[in-house]
């Protein structure tokens, strides 16, 4: 497996890591441990050594499926988890963001404890909380990795005059933050951004929440607790309408003997070598699709086929609710 270092911290990860969040909620029921805790160790086994968690995934559950599964493998792997949503005590979930000092502190306690570590690797915002100025968040983090508990301080789905307020106080490792073939607004400025300042970029839902694979049509139904289902760019008429985008992926992937999903992921890897995707799966057969795009090379000409065929193609549907969109900075 290649690794890739987000930004200029030196925090090195295999080139694709794996998002968790699937493993406990929004794609139906929660998965059975006894049938997680061997995918995790097995994308060890294939050589991921970045994994994606949150207080918030569950809550708690994800958490504590990593700590089970990666505590034998713990110097091997680099765990990422987040603050800032209220949760309470029995697990339900507010709604509310709070990303005050206090409870950020007591945030990575419980997170340790969770994931059985002495050390938080990547400690994201969540979202950015508009009742607590950044600085405080970031001086709240820079103690505690003056205090051992974190090594790196990263944020999501924020924007780049938080993304520069907040590095002033505490450099920031890394973003994370939804970009993909089909969903490019932060290229705008965000990028820029994030090159200069030296941080990394962790990119969520890089397949699309899985329609860039091609497995998906108009016809496509979702079970209980899948939360695609509300999501506008998954209703029918979107999902017909954004078939093009996997037509391209798929004619391209016919050409490199690949499938439309490493396509995908292997356009995201050559946009930046500070790029280190996060593509969610809860099965071995599916990761080891996705690691198949590190060595799949797509060259400047290919590059500029996909750009010139993706710019006519209109993507319906926003990518959340209003509700959810609400809480992304702009």
Not at 11 to 35: F, N, R, T
Not at 152 to 176: C, D, M
Not at 207 to 226: I, N, P, Q, V, Y
Not at 245 to 266: G, N, R, S, Y
Request: charge should be neutral; hydrophobic fraction near 45%.
């Amino acid at each position: 497996m290649q690794k890739r270092k987000l930004g200029k911290s030196g925090l090195e990860v295999s080139a694709i890591g794996l998002g968790c969040m699937g493993m406990s909620q929004s794609y139906g029921p929660p998965k059975d441990k006894a049938e997680m805790i061997p995918v995790l160790r097995g994308a060890v086994e294939r050589g991921v050594t970045f994994f994606d968690t949150a207080e918030v995934y569950g809550p708690f559950i994800n958490e504590e499926l990593l700590g089970e599964a990666l505590a034998p493998l713990r110097d091997q792997v680099v765990i990422a988890t987040k603050f800032g949503f209220d949760i309470g005590g029995d697990g339900s979930r507010t709604g509310g963001l709070n990303s005050s000092p206090d409870h950020i502190r007591a945030v990575a306690d419980a997170s340790l404890k969770r994931l059985r570590t002495d050390v938080i690797d990547l400690f994201y915002q969540h979202r950015v909380d508009p009742a607590v100025p950044i600085e405080d968040v970031a001086g709240a983090v820079g103690e505690l990795i003056a205090a051992g508990k974190v090594r790196h301080f990263g944020l999501s789905e924020a924007a780049a005059k938080t993304i520069r307020r907040a590095h002033a106080v505490t450099p920031v490792t890394a973003l994370q933050s939804e970009y993909s073939i089909w969903w490019r607004p932060i290229e705008a400025e965000i990028l820029p951004t994030l090159e200069e300042l030296g941080i990394g970029l962790v990119p969520y839902s890089p397949l699309g929440r899985g329609f860039l694979t091609g497995k998906m049509d108009a016809s496509t139904t979702f079970e209980a607790g899948d939360f695609r289902a509300a999501l506008p760019r998954f209703a029918p008429a979107a999902l017909k309408a954004n078939q093009a985008m996997v037509d391209l992926l798929a004619a391209i992937a016919a050409e490199k003997h690949a499938t439309p999903a490493q396509i995908a992921l292997a356009w995201l890897l050559a946009q930046k070598p500070w790029i280190a995707p996060i593509p969610g799966t809860t099965k071995l057969a599916r990761l080891e699709e996705n690691l198949g795009a590190v060595s799949l090379e797509l060259t400047p000409a290919d590059l500029a086929k996909i750009e010139a065929a993706a710019s006519k193609i209109q993507i319906e549907g926003g990518r959340y609710p209003a509700r959810l969109e609400a809480l992304v900075e702009k």
